[in-house]
Antibody, heavy 117, light 110 residues
Framework: EEQLEESGGGLVQPGGSLKLSCAAS????????MSWVRQAPGKGLEWVAS????????YYVDSVKGRFTISRDNAKTSMYLQMNSLRAEDTAVYYCARGAERCFDNWGQGTLVTVSS | QSALTQPASVSGSPGQSITISCTGT?????????VSWYQQHPGKAPKLMIYDVSKRPSGVSGRFSGSKSGNTASLTISGLQAEDEADYSCCSYAGSRTWVFGGGTKLTVL
């Protein structure tokens, strides 16, 4: 069964840092673009970042450029999101999603990040 | 990178058909045939229902269909069933390896 499982969310103060992880299983992880998509409480989905199969290309939504870094380790079938200089508006459930070429065809259950003092 | 526009809510009775619109611009929906739709039940992860404007992934009911005209894409659900009650979000490629989602539409089955 193809699965994605996020971890690493929690409560962090404004200006703080957090690193999210996404563990993949059941499919050839290294063959796929991977992405992070977030959803603020009561709001719609927002694409955050995507990374190419070999990690050579990375793309970000403007609001997180310079603060967030997406990475992956194909040997560990895992993807990561390093989040620095966190702001209240970054509070959201962060989903790991497979794909970024045509759509996002497989999603994890999400991990909640709360930025608050 | 402005969000696509969807109605906040739509409703229909069991057996009826409903259509949810998703309006973008010539920089996203109007240029690329890379519109997808996602179903999300409360507290659950999104599920892909339509991709490439009108294609259905394996396992998705034929009651779900998608289309596009100009800058507006649409999701139609026919033969509404109680389990269709959920939030539906559209997504479009916006060029330069970026993506934009709609604000989501809450579907209520009366």
């Amino acid at each position: 069964e193809e699965q994605l499982e996020e971890s690493g969310g929690g409560l962090v103060q404004p200006g703080g840092s957090l690193k999210l992880s996404c563990a993949a299983s059941g499919f050839a992880f290294s063959n796929y673009w991977m992405s992070w998509v977030r959803q603020a409480p009561g709001k719609g989905l927002e694409w955050v970042a995507s990374i190419k199969q070999d990690g050579s290309e990375k793309y970000y939504v403007d609001s997180v450029k310079g603060r967030f870094t997406i990475s992956r380790d194909n040997a560990k079938t895992s993807m990561y999101l390093q989040m620095n200089s966190l702001r209240a508006e970054d509070t959201a459930v962060y989903y790991c999603a497979r794909g970024a070429e045509r759509c996002f065809d497989n999603w994890g259950q999400g991990t909640l990040v709360t930025v608050s003092s | 990178q402005s969000a696509l526009t969807q109605p906040a809510s739509v409703s229909g009775s069991p057996g009826q058909s409903i259509t949810i619109s998703c309006t973008g611009t010539s920089r996203d929906v109007g240029t690329y045939d890379l519109v997808s739709w996602y179903q999300q039940h409360p507290g659950k992860a999104p599920k892909l229902m339509i991709y490439d404007v009108s294609k259905r992934p394996s396992g998705v009911s034929g009651r779900f269909s998608g289309s596009k005209s100009g800058n507006t894409a649409s999701l139609t659900i026919s033969g509404l069933q109680a389990e269709d009650e959920a939030d539906y979000s559209c997504c479009s490629y916006a060029g330069s390896r970026t993506w934009v989602f709609g604000g989501g539409t809450k579907l209520t089955v009366l």
